[in-house]
């Protein structure tokens, strides 16, 4: 099954500590998507992490909760609106952006994370056509 924003949907608190907080791979990092299908934001943002997701596909995954089933979840990772996306690495939160922003703005904070942890380079297509480092728009 895959969430709208085209990430694992996380049905559980039990899913969420086991695959975001205790078992998330070393060499990527996981977006959460915090959402609910009332949210017009929400549903603007999905677009925008589905294209992250395809274009970091080798250095990030993709979950998706929404705020409605999972209240206790978005509560205890200090969600308070939405949509909030959190970037995780290694079951820690190393950014968090709320409300809706653009495909440049959530790449950058993807770029910012994978620099902070020596993860930037390599297959990914962070690159742009001049040359600089950077999400194209």
């Known amino acids: 099954m895959v969430a709208?924003?085209?990430?694992?949907?996380?049905?559980?608190?039990?899913?969420?500590?086991?695959?975001?907080?205790?078992?998330?791979?070393?060499?990527?990092?996981?977006?959460?998507?915090?959402?609910?299908?009332?949210?017009?934001?929400?549903?603007?943002?999905?677009?925008?992490?589905?294209?992250?997701?395809?274009?970091?596909?080798?250095?990030?995954?993709?979950?998706?909760i929404n705020t409605d089933d999972l209240p206790e979840v978005a509560s205890n990772a200090g969600v308070t609106s939405i949509p909030t996306i959190q970037i995780y690495h290694q079951g820690k939160v190393k950014d968090t952006i709320v409300g809706c922003v653009s495909k440049n703005v959530l790449g950058k904070a993807v770029d910012k994370v994978l620099e902070d942890m020596g993860m930037l380079g390599g297959d990914d297509d962070t690159t742009g056509e001049d040359g600089s480092e950077g999400v194209n728009l």
């Open 4 to 64: 709208k924003s085209g990430g694992k949907p996380i049905s559980s608190e039990e899913q969420f500590e086991r695959e975001v907080l205790t078992d998330s791979p070393k060499n990527k990092l996981t977006l959460v998507l915090y959402t609910a299908p009332w949210c017009g934001p929400c549903r603007l943002t999905n677009p925008v992490v589905k294209e992250i997701m395809k274009q970091y596909q080798s250095k990030l995954e993709v979950a998706e």
